[in-house]
Structure formats: C-alpha cells, structure tokens
C-alpha cells in the first residue's frame, strides 16, 4: 500500500431545509461578517433569508462574483474584511465559493490571489496566517468545491487560469440544502450534475484513486445513477434534488482525495477555445474518452455500467464496460434535452489542435493520471469524433 | 432526506512504515510532549523508534493505559500535562488512544474524565478551551478510534462505564501504519478485526444509516472480506494488514456516522457479565442476531454475503441473506482458530438473564437501534442460543 491520506475538515450538514442551521453556526463567531453571493440571488428570497438569518451582525454584501473568479475581484473582496471581519458566509455555485475561499486566504495572509497559484517558475507564496470561519452555502450541484482543497482563479491581466491548492482552504462548515436547488433550471441540473459524475468518475478511474476516493466515487456515482435523469425530468422531485446535493458533494470529496483526469482534460480545454458550458464540455468528450480507454480500465467501467443498468450484471465484463459509452451519451441527452456534441457548442474542424494542444499543455495533469495515457495524434482522434 | 452530517478533522495519513512522518507533523508543535503508550510497548523497538523521532523534543511517558481506561488513570495522566504541554502522542489500541483523548480534554478544561460522560440525572460537562494537538497511532487493527468522536471511560469507584461523546475529540492526526501492526499475535489481530468488521456492519444496518455511514461501512466490509483470513493465517502478508488497517479505520468512521447495534449490545454485556475479550464477545452472538433479524432486514445481509461469496450473487436475495449467519461464523472460527460460543468465554446458562438485562439497561442505545427490536425474551432466547 503506498501511502493514502484522508482528510477533509469541513462539517458538511447535509438536508432539506437546513439552511436555517446558519443562525446558530454563525452565533459564536463574533460581530462581523462578509456575506460572498452569486449576482444571480441579488433580490431573491434565498439572498432575504440569509440576511434574516444573520440578523444582529453587521454583514458586508460581496457580489463581484463571475464565472471565473477573477484575482482581481477577489482581492477587492479581500480589501473590504481587512477592516478586520469575524466570518465569512459563501452563497452561491463554484465560482461563488471559490471566491470565497480565496478571499479567506488573501484577506489573512495578504498579497493577491495570483501568488497563491504555484506557478513553474515559483512556489505558491506561503499561508502562514489562521483564516476566518468560512461557511459555504451550494446552491448547485456540480463542483464540490464546499468540500475540497481547491479554488480554482483567473488571471485577468495574462488570462491565465489556475488553482490555489491547500489544505488550510476548506471551508468550516457546509450547509448542502437541496431546498435552495429546487428552483435550478433545468438546463444548469443537468450540466451541473454531469460535472458532479464526472468527478466521482474520474477519480475512480485515475491513477491517483484510492481506498478513499473510491467508497467516494461510488457512492456518489450510485446516487447520480439513481436520480440524475429524474431531477432532469422534475426538478420539484425532492428526493432526488436531494440525491445530486450529496452526489456533487461526495465528486468534490472524490477528486480532493484523487483528482480529475482525461474528460476535464479535454473539456476544459473546449471551455478555454469556445465558450462552452464546464459540464457541457466534459459531456460532449465523456464518451468518446470512454472508448478510447476501453481496454485498458474494463473492470471499472463495467462496474460504473451496472450502476447504470442493473440488468448488464448478467453479461461479461467486457459487454458490461462497452455498454458504457452508449449509456452515459443517451443519459446526457436526455438530461439536458439537446444533442451533447463540441459542433453544437460553437468547434470547428480547424480549432481541433488548438484544443488537443491546450489539454496537453494547460490541462496536461488530467492527461497524465488517465489510466490510458494519449499521445497529441490520439487527442485530436478523440476531439474530431466529438464533433 | 432527514439531515445528516458528515464530520472527521482528522487527518488520516494511512500506509506502511508511515510512521516516520511523525517527526515532520509534531516539528511546529512546541518542545512538550506527552507519550501515551501502552505498557505493552514499554522497553520496544517501537517506544525506541517514537522516541528516536521526537527527539528534541521534553516528552513524558505515560503508561497507566489499562483495557478499559479509568477515570483515575485518566485524571492522572491530565496532572502530568498541566504544566504546559504542547502536544500528545498515544501509540497502542484503542485504550491508549482512548485514554489520550480523555487526557487532552481534562488537561485544557478541569474537572475529572467522569464528569464529561453525560448521565441521566446531569448533563456532560461543558468544554470550552481548546484541546492540544493530539497524534494517534493505533497498533491494533479494531477499534477505529482515531477517527471517532468517542473515548470510552469506566469509572473506578463506581464500577461504571461511560461514553465520552464530543466532536471536539478528534485526534488531530492518525498515523495508521500497518507496519507496527505486523507483530500483533493471531487471536489479537482475530479478535480486533472481528470488532472492526461488527463497527461497519452494524453502522450499516442499524437505524441511523445514511449515506455518509453506508459508504465507510461497505468500504470496510469490502477489505475486511478480502483480507480477514489472510491476516490471520499469516500475519506477515503486508497487503492483507494494510487492509485491515484501512478497515478498522473505516469501521470507526461508519459507526462516528452512524451506530453499534444489537451485536455489541450483547457483545458488552456478555464482557460484563464474564471476561470474554470485546472482539470475541461480538463473534460468538453476531451470526445468532443475523439469524434473529433476518426478515428484516434481507436486502442488506444479501449485499454482506456476496461480498464474502461473489458466486453467490447466482442466487435468489433471501437465499444469499440466509446464507450469511453460516458464513460469519465458519470465518470467525478459521480467524480465531477456536470455536466461538459464549461458553467458551465462561459464560452459565444461569447468567443468560443478566447478560439480557445489562443489555437493555447499558446497552440500550444498541439495542434499539437496531434493524428489528428484541424483548427480552427474544434476548435471552438469542443468548440461550449462542452458548
């Protein structure tokens, strides 16, 4: 056995209904606060309720919240708790924690959100500093990030994009409520949720799975099974709603514990040439990457299959595991109600290298813990038959 | 989706000859260390070791660690620390992990260990200063408590035993290193990873299962199937204690997640009423409460039993669940290399009242946790089976 570590600090309160939880955490952790939200909740009644339930301390609204979380609006947001806050309160999907996340960091331990990035040419600068509590409130079910070591930045003067990696980054606590993901469209369900599978997936998969990303990986892969084309169907169906809040949580707790590999690759890397959705990206390669890696990960991909079609459990491994990309491309269309290609979100022909290129440079860890490493001729087989 | 939570901030480093680590993770911690250590290990290559790798450091052994830790020992031990310790390391099973996380509370916040055992008549006392850094590193492969919010503590004059329960007294770091668990005699690694496996099974199907638990549970179970005989015919085969490592720290996470029930109700009652060891007290009633709760619960005992004979998966689900109580008990003897009854740990026919009631009195909570509730005819009749 070579060395495993478990470890994951966050209290993850998980539920319906829970978000009213937020009252007594946030009791003892003094006066004030800042309360980071997705711009999306700015007038909703979630955003009402937070503040409802922070009612008697003095709480700063930050909303500079994008997609990819800039540097630059993060140390903005780090600028406003120098003033010397108690707490921080995440409302939102990945960019909104992520933000946050970063914020804690920056705010303590000073300079930008940039040098905490480790970059070839130097080390990530140093957290010497305690951070603050950091409660982090999903409203989606895709990234895990409530429950990772990871903040994913952007550089916005060099357009860089890149991810601060510590321990000392977990939020506090989470407050995973299905009730705030009710009202998701359906079209955010479905890519958030295929992120959610892909990272319990891609741990599983990966040369870094272990003991521990494991019971992860299929515990959340089983839920996802069970529930993700239903919340597609009826996003009032609540137990279902329920099944992804764990699902996303549990991918989170998977890749903090292994780590993503060719489907991020490559999908990031669409993300990075068009503007395709994260989930849209990695659906539009899950299968293709599938097939490519077929012989070399059978067993696991027949296991993965049978989550999918308990029936398959009568056929050989090897039917079992070639049934696997035919399964996840029909479950992703129906999901998200539109064919999943890289042609519908905006490739062509002549951007292919470009994207086999950024994977292998910018994305090159995904590619490398693959458990079938693929050359640049093999990447761009694989993009073209996304098309 | 009632709520459920998920809570270890112990960071769990797991491997083979891992325990060099300790002398990195202990550097920041200050000069002042405790040493809580088995008397077992008094004069061992493994005490050298430790104290070849805190060297530098002012550490004091203590090594009034008994089977059951008590109160007094504890309070002891908390005296020595006062001075102003900076840290504790506890190497040993689960009595001296469970004394040093005892120690750490009384050390900070006064009183006596009793005194935060909650009882009917009083609450548990309150804690409300911070805990010193606390290492584990177990030596037996059962009890799991380097990842448990628990310390078990028996009250001297009283003759009582208690649970310390507290999210605060999570270890900091577990060194879980199956090297020093290769000496471990073969009724010692038998008994201890019979606990481990009850820990997961019985968080597994008791009433307070979720799906945080299941997913410890199933992973534990797993290894537990895969190595259990293995490390008992020869204890030198490292892949099969790295298992069983992993599996009791599993087994501790299933039951800090969920619960004991009805196995360990009468497995501590029987060790109450006779001497029988923890371990062996569970195996000589675990395949007659099987038995006893097989209707209830047929879908869960199937899963189990496939996971022990994958051939059996060809057969109807009621035929696998019944198949269980068999294949536990025909396991448990090859273990331990001796048949496992209630009478050979001493027990009378005329103690099988007292056994029941310790367990409904005691044991409640076990008790009623469990998948189908017993009376205590029902008790005393399982019991009455098991001698």
């Not at 007594?24 to 009402?48: C, H, N, R, W």
């Not at 950091?134 to 952007?154: F, M, N």
């Not at 077929?294 to 595991?321: G, H, I, N, S, Y």
Request: with cysteine; proline share 5%; aromatic share 6%.
């Amino acid at each position: 056995m070579t060395e495993m570590t478990f470890f994951c600090p966050t209290e993850l309160i998980c539920g319906f209904g829970i978000i009213d939880r937020l009252k007594d955490i946030t009791e003892p952790y003094g006066k004030k606060g800042l309360f980071v939200m997705d711009p999306f909740f700015q007038g909703s009644s979630i955003e009402a309720r937070i503040l409802e339930l922070l009612e008697g301390k003095e709480v700063r609204t930050y909303a500079r919240v994008t997609p990819n979380p800039r540097d630059t609006d993060i140390d903005a947001g780090a600028a406003l708790c120098r003033e010397g806050l108690d707490f921080i309160v995440a409302l939102g999907g990945g960019s909104a924690i992520d933000t946050a996340k970063a914020i804690n960091i920056v705010c303590s331990n000073g300079g930008s959100a940039w040098d905490y990035v480790k970059k070839e040419d130097r080390p990530a600068r140093e957290i010497t500093k305690a951070l603050m509590p950091l409660i982090a409130i999903p409203t989606t079910a895709g990234t895990g990030t409530e429950a990772t070591r990871y903040s994913v930045v952007t550089n916005a003067a060099q357009h860089g994009k890149g991810t601060i990696k510590t321990d000392l980054i977990f939020p506090t606590k989470a407050l995973v409520d299905a009730q705030l993901m009710m009202t998701m469209p359906r079209r955010t369900t479905a890519l958030t949720a295929i992120d959610a599978f892909a990272h319990a997936f891609e741990a599983y998969i990966g040369s870094k799975a272990n003991v521990f990303s494991e019971m992860f990986s299929l515990q959340a892969m089983k839920l996802f099974a069970r529930s993700a084309r239903r919340v597609c169907e009826n996003g009032n169906d609540r137990e279902a709603r329920c099944d992804m809040a764990l699902c996303s949580t549990l991918g989170g707790l998977a890749i903090s514990h292994s780590a993503t590999t060719l489907p991020h690759g490559i999908g990031q890397a669409l993300s990075g040439v068009t503007d395709a959705p994260h989930g849209g990206s990695i659906a539009a390669c899950m299968a293709q990457v599938v097939r490519f890696t077929l012989p070399e990960c059978t067993k696991k991909f027949a296991e993965v299959a049978c989550l999918f079609q308990p029936a398959l459990k009568e056929c050989p491994v090897r039917e079992q595991a070639e049934a696997l990309p035919g399964i996840l491309n029909q479950l992703f269309h129906d999901m998200t109600g539109e064919p999943v290609t890289m042609a519908s979100y905006g490739l062509k022909e002549d951007q292919v290298e470009a994207v086999a290129d950024m994977a292998l440079t910018n994305y090159y860890g995904d590619v490398s813990r693959h458990p079938k490493t693929a050359s640049r001729e093999e990447l761009i087989r694989i993009i073209h038959s996304c098309l």
